[in-house]
């Protein structure tokens, strides 16, 4: 059975060697506002959730509107939620890339030194990437919406924003990993997009299931970005939040159960 270490400070008064959870979530919230801070020095690294939100809209809308839906109107309800849940995921990959960046770049060295929780570092990127997935969403409603998206409420679109921002934040877990066991930010990228480029493109976010052939139909059918996009479909068009909701939600709590402890674990070991 293992013993805490006794430590002993200047003036004979005891130093503890772990964090509470008051400091831990204190020092979490200082790291996710310095997160914030680089964005605000470099905001080029809003291009992803700024222009790609945008971009992706106009040429799949343009492009794909009159063979897949006859016309662009008919078209915005299908996909905006598509487009909505592929830009936001997407984005989550870059909380690996730039873990894997920092721990490069010798500045979690840094934070190793100083008198705050171990965790913190790693909990407080997880936590500012939420405002990355934020904006993104709100660019993407607000496009669909100037080009003619009308949602069935305001508070449907809050309620499908927050669900995509959670299994989104749920999946950056993921590629936290990948940002702690990889040897560089490249292949952190690499690996992550070789995973989401099949979940999106083989989903029901830019085309109907039903006009693919039988043998791929039965993987869009139980691909999780299907689920989530059909429940975000739902909630904007016709207000309901059905089972896929909870299906969605139940995915990211797996994730999050799975990949959490192997991230902080490996995370640690480094930290």
């Known amino acids: 059975m293992s013993t805490a270490t006794s430590l002993v400070g200047t003036g004979g008064r005891p130093l503890i060697n772990h964090a509470s959870l008051r400091q831990t979530l204190a020092n979490t919230l200082t790291m996710a506002g310095r997160g914030l801070l680089k964005i605000r020095r470099t905001p080029e690294q809003l291009i992803d959730v700024t222009v790609q939100p945008i971009l992706f809209t106009l040429m799949f809308t343009y492009i794909f509107g009159g063979a897949i839906a006859g016309d662009v109107q008919s078209y915005l309800p299908i996909i905006i939620p598509g487009i909505l849940v592929q830009t936001v995921i997407t984005t989550s990959v870059v909380t690996g890339v730039q873990l894997r ?30 405002v990355r997935y934020a904006i993104a969403t709100t ?23 927050l669900l995509v921002i959670i299994c989104s934040w749920a999946l950056s877990w993921i590629f936290a990993f990948f940002g702690v066991i990889a040897r560089s930010a490249g292949s952190v990228q690499g690996i992550s997009f070789l995973i989401l480029f099949p979940l999106t493109f083989l989903s029901n976010a830019f ?34 939040v059905s089972t896929e909701v909870w299906v969605a939600l139940l995915g990211a709590a797996v994730v999050v159960a799975v990949f959490a402890p192997l991230t902080v674990r490996a995370y640690m070991r480094k930290a």
């Open 207 to 240: 085309v109907p299931a039903d006009t693919m052939p039988d043998w791929l139909q039965w993987f869009v059918n139980i691909n999780p970005v299907s689920h989530l996009v059909t429940a975000v479909r739902e909630m904007v068009n016709e207000g309901v």
């Open 101 to 130: 960046e920092d721990m490069d770049k010798g500045v979690f060295d840094r934070f190793r030194s100083l008198p705050i929780a171990r965790i913190a570092p790693l909990s407080g990127a997880l936590l500012a990437d939420t």
């Open 139 to 161: 660019l993407t409603f607000a496009m669909g919406y100037l080009m003619g998206f009308r949602p069935v409420s305001l508070g449907a679109v809050i309620g499908a924003g």
